[in-house]
């Protein structure tokens, strides 16, 4: 499996919303058919090239990604990856805190401004979620969501080197998401790259569940998981109520 999943089903990929998002994907995968090309699905006009990225991507995760994660989660307790897991999430709460403000949302910022700070003091930093327990939701937010609820739209879906799926506006919006996180923000090098290190072998680590199942289906692994990001950046877009498509 690429590396894909990372920023597009990361905070998903627990055992039992795995299993609810590779059935949403074969859902899709049926619906949509299984033709390819880009006379079979104009949303993908460049899918040669991005089935050659996959392809890529796939090799450099079945050589070190996955083989790395299989360790993590071998090696490191529950208790402790689930601490890793709260703090990584608790940064990106800061993020998505300013792309609800961008979005002229007030409830969404405040509920996040209301999560970084009860986590940050009462959960150790963001290594316990204090704020899940009472009761606060977490609101994912970046900048292309924040593009898309201005009215840009998505097009053509792209696959990035490691990285993985994408669209031509989340793309573009990636710079911004980098520079807006506080990760890049941190001055010593060693540190924030061993922080990278680790927010990406811990993602990785969370999709094991959703690699397991993915790879005992007998479908194009391709094309599930190009409709199930774009369906979920759709719904991320629209708050779950995305308008019908023509």
């Known amino acids: 499996m690429t590396f894909i999943s990372i920023r597009s089903m990361a905070t998903r990929a627990r055992s039992t919303r795995a299993r609810r998002l590779v059935a949403a994907a074969v859902a899709a995968a049926c619906l949509g058919g299984c033709a390819t090309g880009p006379q079979a699905n104009p949303v993908d006009p460049l899918e040669p090239l991005n089935r050659g990225v996959t392809r890529f991507n796939d090799a450099v995760d079945n050589a070190v990604m996955r083989p790395v994660a299989v360790a993590y989660e071998t090696a490191v307790p529950q208790l402790v990856r689930t601490g890793v897991t709260n703090f990584f999430n608790n940064l990106v709460d800061v993020w998505s805190f300013a792309n609800s403000v961008m979005q002229l949302r007030g409830e969404r910022s405040a509920q996040t401004f209301m999560r970084v700070n009860v986590n940050t003091f009462f959960g150790l930093g963001g290594l316990l979620d204090v704020a899940s327990e009472a009761g606060l939701e977490r609101h994912r937010e970046d900048f292309g969501q924040t593009l898309g609820r201005y009215g840009v739209g998505p097009?053509?879906?792209?696959?990035?080197?490691?990285?993985?799926?994408?669209?031509?506006?989340d793309t573009a919006a990636l710079p911004v998401d980098y520079y807006g996180g506080l990760i890049s923000n941190v001055g010593d090098i060693p540190v924030r790259n061993t922080?990278?290190?680790?927010?990406?072998?811990?993602?990785?680590?969370q999709l094991l569940p959703v690699d397991r199942l993915l790879r005992d289906a007998a479908l194009d692994r391709y094309t599930l998981t190009r409709d199930v990001y774009l369906q979920r950046r759709r719904n991320d877009v629209y708050d779950g109520n995305p308008p019908d498509e023509p």
Not at 195 to 205: S, T
Request: glycine letters at 8%.
């Open 155 to 169: 097009g053509p879906s792209l696959v990035l080197p490691i990285l993985g799926p994408s669209t031509v506006r």
């Open 195 to 205: 922080l990278y290190a680790m927010r990406l072998v811990d993602a990785r680590a």
